[in-house]
């Protein structure tokens, strides 16, 4: 797998707590040099990076990040706000305590929710799996495919683990035709990409790929 197919299925992500406006930028102009699916960043920039980088540029922003506990009424109005903002793509975080609880109702009605304030954009489904059993986890595929949501994905990268070659295998087994998979969180080399990509994920939430590439 060439390196160029690796760069365009990657989100190119800066979501710190410390991130500033003028990382934002860099990471733009990164992307934008380097032909990424996108970035995603957090929502207070989106507004700005899509004035910035222009149209070009897809601009993917999370909703509910990273704790995916706050109301279903407060992820609805984060995705409309970011939507309007110039946002392109949408990932959101479930409820995971809902879910552990056997509410998978509850989850599967905030997933609609959110995917019809999306509209035509994309949304992805944050499943958070280190925190998941393999049950859940097969649920969850069931739940996203079921949901309308085009994407679901492994990991915030800020909870106990990212991404696992046997996560992503899961879901490509599980997942329905209509939905994609993200391998997010701790992929750390062009090798694991290719690989997680080769397992079935057609995109990579990662901040390091793009830095590898520019290294040389």
């Not at 699916?37 to 004035?51: N, R």
């Amino acid at each position: 797998m060439d390196v160029e197919k690796i760069l365009a299925a990657c989100d190119h992500t800066l979501l710190l707590q410390t991130a500033t406006l003028d990382e934002i930028k860099a990471l733009c102009d990164d992307a934008l040099k380097y032909k990424t699916a996108s970035v995603c960043i957090p929502p207070c920039y989106v507004k700005e990076a899509h004035e910035y980088a222009g149209p070009e540029l897809k601009i993917c922003t999370v909703i509910g990040f990273p704790n995916g506990n706050m109301t279903t009424a407060a992820k609805v109005f984060e995705t409309k706000e970011a939507l309007e903002n110039g946002a392109d793509e949408i990932d959101m975080v479930i409820n995971v305590g809902r879910l552990k609880a056997g509410d998978k109702e509850s989850v599967l009605s905030e997933i609609k929710q959110i995917k019809a304030a999306c509209g035509e954009h994309v949304l992805k489904v944050i499943i958070e799996t280190c925190l998941l059993t393999k049950e859940e986890k097969i649920a969850m595929c069931e739940i996203v495919t079921e949901s309308g949501a085009d994407f679901i994905k492994t990991s915030t990268g800020f909870s106990t683990g990212g991404a696992t070659f046997e996560d992503v295998a899961l879901m490509a087994e599980h997942v329905g035709k209509n939905v994609k998979i993200k391998a997010a969180g701790g992929i750390s080399s062009l090798e694991d990409a290719e690989k997680f990509m080769e397992l079935g994920a057609s995109r990579l939430g990662t901040s390091r790929i793009v830095k590898i590439v520019k290294q040389g």
